[in-house]
């Protein structure tokens, strides 16, 4: 078994860097002081680090070896939601947190789950209270989570702040989903669009042209028209398929890892024409669901805000929460902030405004939320109804068109038989 005085391994086997070195996966076996065998794992930039690690933990006649990596999937976010799912349940039961984390740790398909999951179970079992454990892995549990963890834990309601937590998540995962479904229809669309098309030019029109040569006669305007593309198309193929690929690459690339590319991006998403909207109300709807949850979880509201920005996914959001923190901690009403924000409609403002005054803040904004999120799914549904016609006039026209140039030689010359 992992002891508590064992370092904690890596989430993932391979190798990692850590101050500027690189880390690797060791597995040990030895005796404590107690003269009892105990083995763990621990990442280390060398097996030399690990034997001074364990001798000075009162570890003898160590064997370390170096382990090997195991495939597993990435940790996702519906992973995260999961866990924090069963979790509560098992607390709920009234199973023991060290015992429920054992039991969800070796019941998950994904070894990358279930080593970041001991891990954690390893500080906990060594002291640490449970919200610090989780903010050692930032990259899988956002301060918001860390927050009601610790609300949770310093109140004695836990396991319903877990459910609460794990509720928020799965309706952010849906809202999440349903944009992705949205977007994904018509850019697998485009692709195979753009595979048709390519294939088409560098193949069939080409074999075509080849046809119409051997008659001799003039061509129809419309039929020169697209074997000129078409030939455009084959002396230069390599650029009119690597530019619009590396373009794309390059874009998201861009995207992912630059800050200002994700601010312009924020910013211009927001007003694009129908796909705007719909970013707009998921924005809206996680904006309330995140501060609904955390303000009924028991969290002040100036140190709520701190989280509701960020978990909003959308730059301007997080200033105009900025903003609306800063108005708040001076003494403004949260309605009157959010009002001054500009970036919330009327509607928003309203159902804050009579929170407050009503004293069920947290039950209006998640009333606000379940709106937004019913918007965003009518409109999804919506979208996907108009873009399926749309897109079928369009290719329609397109691989019609190219198909007709061809034929309308052999038309005219049956014509003329």
Known sequence: MVTAANARAAAKPAPRKAGGKKEYLFRWEGKNRQGKIIKGEVAAASEAVVSTQLRREGIIGAKITRARSRSGKRISTKDIAFFTRQLSTMLKSGVPLVQSFDIVAKGHSNPNMTRLLLDIKGDVEAGSPLNVAFARYPLYFDQLYCNLIEVGEQAGILDTLLERLAAYQEKILSIKSKIKSALFYPCAIIVVAFIVVA???????????????????????????????????????????????????????????????????????????????????????????????????????????????????????????????????????????????????????????????????????????????????DAVTALSSLMEPMIMVVLGVLIGGMVVAMYLPIFKLGGAI
């Not at 040569?213 to 030939?231: C, K, M, R």
């Not at 309605?335 to 001054?340: G, I, L, T």
């Open 199 to 377: 294939v088409i030019m560098l193949f069939v029109i080409p074999a075509f042209k080849e046809t119409f040569e051997s008659f001799g006669a003039e061509l129809p305007a419309l039929t020169q028209y697209v074997i000129n593309i078409s030939d455009t198309f084959v002396a230069y193929w390599y650029i009119f398929i690597s530019v619009p690929v590396g373009g794309i690459w390059f874009f998201f690339y861009s995207w992912k890892r630059s800050r200002p590319m994700q601010i312009f991006m924020d910013r211009v998403t927001l007003k694009f024409p129908v796909f705007g909207d719909i970013l707009t109300k998921s924005a809206i709807a996680r904006w309330n669901r995140t501060l609904s949850t955390m303000f009924s979880a028991g969290v002040p509201l100036v140190e709520a805000l701190d989280s509701v920005g960020g978990a909003s996914g959308n730059y301007v959001y997080e200033q105009g929460t900025k903003g609306i923190k800063s108005a708040v901690s001076s003494g403004t009403s949260l309605a009157v902030a959010v009002q001054m924000s500009e970036i919330f409609p009327n509607l928003v403002v309203q159902m804050v405004s009579i929170g407050e005054e009503a004293g069920s803040l947290d039950a209006m904004l998640g009333k606000v939320a379940d709106f937004y999120e019913q918007e965003v799914d």
